[in-house]
């Protein structure tokens, strides 16, 4: 199980697509005590890994003590950066710490369209001098790309780039509509591309030795099946099963682009959210609506309950961009949302 902790609003970028509107830092942001507090109650949940992101992580001031004590904690910390603050001691403190891999995006392998994409000249270059920093100081890091129409078929060189660069994988987070995002949704891939894509992206993880994840795109699990491939993970989706994301000022939901609150780890204990409230029960009954439901790869896809709660108002409906079963009445469109 994994959880991701949006450690600070702030961030020294200004992303199109960021699914927290980041940029200034939140008023009453978890500060370095209830922060501790919060990993405890995180591993008392049961979680293993720990994801530090933002915002930008390494804005925080007290980052290496919070990564410090989530190690001491049993968990394995873990980052989603930008990359661009990253320098050499800034990755000998991290190891020294107790971080175990860095996520640094990387979206395009023209650094002008990086740097449009991210707001920032200069993004490109500060992210690369990010990733040689980690190589120098024997931190693992993986390259994150988000995926929409203009880098759709850049995919591949860019994991030829992780590799080339040393990263031990390259994940790939398909759009979803959320934050900043909802205002490019026509960017995001459609049906055939995002099942084209897929194919593609599992075929290239049988050429190289990195391991390649994609991301909020559960059917690669049905598509490995189909395609004979055995991978190490047990399932696609995993908003609410084994995986929520909890905000700088400690609001709890199911996954970082399903925005409904569950509640605040300053009045209610994290642990006991993540056992008792029942839209985490409800997405664990596995009871799906639509294709998703009577899907014979529902235990091991799950459809992105994000996608289906933007387009259908219903977060255990079915996923709009599924070629597998799909309904013919279930277009995907933002009908019934308030």
């Not at 902790?5 to 500060?31: F, I, P, V």
């Not at 995180?42 to 190690?71: C, N, Q, W």
């Amino acid at each position: 199980m994994l959880v991701s902790w949006n450690t600070t609003n702030a961030c020294n970028l200004t992303c199109r697509h960021c699914y927290r509107d980041a940029g200034e830092k939140s008023e009453e942001e978890l500060n370095t005590s209830e922060g501790m507090a919060l990993i405890d109650e995180i591993a008392k949940a049961g979680f293993k890994i720990m994801i530090f992101s933002g915002g930008e992580p390494l804005l925080r001031t007290d980052i290496y003590t919070l990564v410090e004590h989530a190690r001491k904690s049993g968990l394995r910390p873990v980052f989603g950066t930008n990359g661009t603050l990253i320098t050499g001691e800034v990755a000998r403190r991290l190891k020294e710490a107790g971080a175990m891999t860095m996520g640094i995006s990387l979206d395009s392998i023209d650094p002008e369209q990086h740097d449009r994409w991210r707001g920032v000249q200069g993004a490109w270059k500060a992210a690369v001098e990010g990733m040689e920093a980690c190589r120098r100081a024997e931190l693992p890091y993986q390259i994150n790309t988000t995926v929409v129409d203009w880098n759709y078929q850049q995919i591949e060189v860019l994991t030829d780039f992780a590799v080339e660069k040393g990263a031990v994988a390259h994940h790939i987070f398909f759009l979803v509509p959320a934050g900043r995002a909802v205002n490019i949704e026509e960017e995001s891939l459609r049906a055939e591309q995002y099942e084209q894509l897929l194919y593609r992206i599992l075929k290239k993880q049988q050429e190289v030795d990195i391991e390649l994840k994609p991301t909020c795109a559960p059917q690669f699990m049905r598509i490995a099946r189909q395609m004979g491939l055995k991978l190490r993970f047990n399932k696609g989706c995993l908003a609410g099963t084994a995986y929520c994301i909890i905000s700088p000022r400690g609001d709890v939901q199911p996954c970082a682009y399903l925005d409904i609150p569950l509640g605040n780890v300053r009045e209610v204990p994290f642990s006991r959210l993540w056992r008792d409230h029942p839209v985490l029960n409800r997405l664990r009954s596995g009871e799906y609506q639509g294709a998703c439901g009577s899907c014979e790869y529902n235990r091991i896809c799950g459809g992105c309950r994000a996608r289906a709660y933007f387009y259908h108002g219903d977060y255990m409906g079915e996923e709009p961009w599924c070629q597998h079963k799909r309904s013919p009445e279930a277009k995907p469109t933002r009908t019934g949302l308030i």
